[in-house]
């Protein structure tokens, strides 16, 4: 079984700044990571992908995210957020043959003016 | 736009009733999974079909059901409806295996 782990629930930003959103997941087989944006009253929006090849991933909206094989880790990085980047982040995994999404709790993401 | 369309957006229902959600996958897309996000659980995996065929289940209670039609769109029916099955149902499709799974608006489920 696969399992992730988002430790901050919420993350606050000054626009314009750097943002970091955590992700470790735990699995005894190989895995694809995902992440998924959910902006407030909407569906979930594939952000980035890993399914092989260079550890850094780039996805949408300037976003990316790097696959750490030894952490077990896949962080999210922008290099400066925008108001509109304001929503709810979800790492998600699946073992490689096994199409089931486990997702971690979310990361909320305020934006500062 | 995803491509996925779900339907209703919205479900006003009673405890011990039975509703259906319904979606439809991306044009070519085989797989269709079902998700339900709540406040206490989070996003929890339900279901998938392949082609009409189950393919895996996840944690869905027996009041649950879902089947896929011929024409690739699935129904979710819910049953014997308790307060607690409140939350929002996802659907996704996915071409594949090695394809990621794009995701509908949901359907926002309230049991009065």
């Known amino acids: 079984a696969q399992s992730v782990t988002q430790l901050d629930s919420q993350v606050p930003v000054f626009e314009e700044a750097p943002v970091e959103l955590r992700c470790n997941y735990s699995s005894s087989v190989s895995v694809y990571l995902f992440w998924y944006v959910q902006y407030p009253n909407q569906g979930l929006q594939l952000l980035l992908k890993?399914?092989?090849?260079?550890?850094l991933v780039k996805g949408i909206n300037g976003f990316e995210a790097e696959f750490n094989k030894s952490q077990t880790s896949f962080h999210l990085r922008k290099p400066s957020v925008h108001i509109s980047d304001t929503a709810e982040y979800f790492c998600a995994v699946s073992a490689i043959g096994n199409e089931k999404l486990t997702f971690g709790t979310g990361t909320r993401l305020t934006i500062i003016p | 736009d995803s491509g996925v369309t779900q339907t209703p957006k919205h479900l006003i229902t009673a405890t011990g009733q039975r509703v259906t959600l319904r979606c439809s996958p991306r044009?070519?897309?085989?797989?269709v999974y079902w998700y339900q996000q709540s406040l206490d659980q989070g996003l929890q995996f339900l279901i998938q079909y392949y082609n009409g065929e189950e393919r895996a289940k996840g944690n869905i209670l027996e009041r649950f059901s879902a089947q896929q039609f011929p024409d690739l769109h699935s129904e979710l029916n819910l049953s014997s409806l308790e307060l607690g099955d409140s939350a929002l149902y996802f659907c996704?499709?996915?071409?594949?295996?090695?394809?990621?799974?794009?995701f509908g608006d949901g359907t926002r489920l309230s049991i009065l």
């Open positions: 890993y399914l092989s090849g260079s550890t």
């Open positions: 044009s070519g897309d085989l797989s």
């Open positions: 996704a499709s996915s071409l594949s295996r090695d394809q990621p799974q794009h």
